[in-house]
């Protein structure tokens, strides 16, 4: 199994990006999937849940009301719209996924894919 994050890059402040979270040999409808950064020198931090089958969604503080998390079932795929970009948003962002079948958020998450990295600078 192979989850892959994509979409990253640089952009400026107060602009956005979209997360991409692909998957081979598993259906991530099945799973609740999660999105997570690490910047340098800093712990892993959890940022955002969908549960399986377009379940519940969960948003840590810091990214509510700007990050959404959001599944394409056809793609299998699972993305994560970021806007008002900041600064302190710069990171490796990686997707990980819940083994159980039929999770929700909150979540246990088992693995984690390649990350992509997001830098915000002017």
């Known amino acids: 199994v192979q989850l892959q994050a994509s979409g990253g890059g640089l952009v400026q402040p107060g602009g956005s990006l979209r997360l991409s979270c692909a998957a081979s040999?598993?259906?991530?409808?099945?799973?609740?999937i999660g999105w997570f950064r690490q910047a340098p020198g800093k712990e892993r931090e959890g940022l955002a849940c969908?549960?399986?089958?377009?379940?519940?969604?969960y948003y840590e503080d810091s990214v509510k009301g700007r990050f959404t998390i959001s599944r394409d079932n056809a793609k299998n795929t699972v993305y994560l719209q970021m806007n008002s970009l900041k600064p302190e948003d710069t990171a490796v962002y990686y997707c990980?996924?819940?083994?159980?079948?039929?999770?929700?958020?909150?979540?246990?998450?088992?693995?984690w894919g390649q990350g992509t990295q997001v830098t915000v600078s002017s």
């Open positions: 990980a996924i819940d083994w159980a079948y039929g999770s929700g958020c909150p979540a246990a998450f088992d693995y």
């Open positions: 040999r598993v259906t991530l409808a099945y799973y609740a």
């Open positions: 969908i549960g399986s089958n377009d379940g519940n969604t």
